[in-house]
Nanobody
Framework: HVQLVESGGGSVQAGGSLRLSCEGS????????MGWFRQAPGKAREGVAF????????NYSGSVKGRFTISRDNAQNTVTLQMNGLKPEDTSMYYC?????????????????WGQGTQVTVS
């Protein structure tokens, strides 16, 4: 079955960096668009970064654009979220998400699998 496992979360000071990783199993990640979402207590889930199957297209929410970078290594079945210039408002649980095989509009991709989440806390 499909599994997505995130790692790399932690606590950092404002302005710091974290690198989140998502390892997939049970499916060929190379054939799926992938994304990162976050959700803080009392707030709606927010898609923050998306990447096409081959990594040629990416999309970021306005709040993270210029600070976060999504990338993928299909040979390793992994997706990474490099987070720089972290702000307290970035504090959230971050989730890796699997999308479909065809993603003409990345931010609207239908999520077909979720990771368990990894906590990011910025002070």
């Amino acid at each position: 079955h499909v599994q997505l496992v995130e790692s790399g979360g932690g606590s950092v000071q404002a302005g710091g960096s974290l690198r989140l990783s998502c390892e997939g199993s049970g499916f060929a990640m190379s054939r799926r668009c992938m994304g990162w979402f976050r959700q803080a207590p009392g707030k709606a889930r927010e898609g923050v970064a998306f990447i096409s199957t081959g990594g040629t297209r990416t999309n970021y929410s306005g709040s993270v654009k210029g600070r976060f970078t999504i990338s993928r290594d299909n040979a390793q079945n992994t997706v990474t979220l490099q987070m720089n210039g972290l702000k307290p408002e970035d504090t959230s649980m971050y989730y890796c998400a699997r999308g479909p095989t065809f993603c003409p509009d990345l931010p609207t991709m239908k999520v077909t699998g979720w990771g368990q989440g990894t906590q990011v806390t910025v002070s």
